[in-house]
């Protein structure tokens, strides 16, 4: 039987666009348990979204995946029909999109749309499903959850429109929780409740998280382990304490030197990653990250990186890795 919840490897996957191809995702690995939190983080663009809406089997057209698999609890996803993936969307793997506002549909009630979703996985009478709705909104902190269940999202505000798609998304309980940007949008206060919220819950039913944000606060405080995506590849990946205090790729470097320190009392310069995301359509032949690398070596510009593992947890793709390794064998032969 296998070990992992989520068992993902070497996914490619390309949209086919009038003007090209757009590798969306290059070799993508990675692996959970029940109950890790895995986040996701990088610019926009960088594969974070594809990779979770893969799982899901929502990828829009025209894209398509070319290559690896995807296994869920023993299940393998990208062998599955739609009818297939109908029982495990929703039921067994939920998600929380970025936007709740565009999430939920604006003719209908609250409760109505929750009602509906708690039917179609559970096909349970619309009394009882009705009840189930009302506990989930109880459980997601909402005040009067009687009273709106018979709103129109309209009359929610920000943060209640966030908890009525986290009761949505966890009202069948599934095994992972998809959560895209789930605090966007979201004032500090709220921010705070949400994330304390889906901690919360996660220990209750014992869910795995897949946490999707370009926000390093957020996944300090929320997660076990942290995959850093650039240009359609995990170009770093570690426990959270070996990505933030040991990172071994530039561009985690760089994310972590744009980010303000609170408890910094002096004026502090922020340092941004000079230069813009590749072009997809017509992506370097090296490393992804060497236009816009400050310790950029010929190599990088000719060929990619191979994997540099640092511990069971902790590896990364990056050349000055390998070329650390090349000089310390260097050393130690001279000896």
Known sequence: MNEYLVDVNNERLSFFTPAGEVKALNDVTFHMKTGEVLGIVGESGSGKSVTAYSL???????????????MFNGQRLDTMS???MESVRGNQISIIFQDPMTSLNPVFTIGSQIVEAIRLHTGKQKRTAWARAVEM????????????????????????????????????EPKLLIADEPT?????????????????????????IILITHDLGVVASMCEK????????????????????????????????SKPLLDDDAKQNLTPIPGAPIDML?????????????????????ETPPASEFSDTHYSLCWLNQKAVFETAGKDEAR
């Open 184 to 208: 966007t949008a979201l004032d500090v206060t709220i921010q705070a409740q949400i994330l304390e919220l889906m901690q919360s819950l996660r220990k209750s039913l014992g869910m795995a």
């Open 137 to 172: 909104l109880n459980l997601v902190g909402i005040s009067e959850p009687e009273k709106r269940m018979r709103q129109f999202p309209h009359k929610l505000s920000g943060g209640m429109r966030q908890r009525v798609m986290i009761a949505m998304a966890l009202v069948c």
């Open 56 to 70: 899901l089997g929502i990828v829009p057209h025209p894209g398509r995946m070319l290559g690896g698999t995807l």
């Open 226 to 257: 942290i995959a850093v995506m650039y240009a359609g590849r995990i170009v770093e990946y570690g426990t959270t304490d070996e990505v933030f205090y040991c990172p071994r790729h530039e561009y985690t470097r760089g994310l972590l030197n």
């Open 82 to 84: 739609e009818k297939q």
């Open 282 to 302: 017509n992506p370097p032949a090296g490393c992804s990250f060497a236009p816009r690398c400050g310790s950029c070596m010929k190599i990088c510009v000719r």
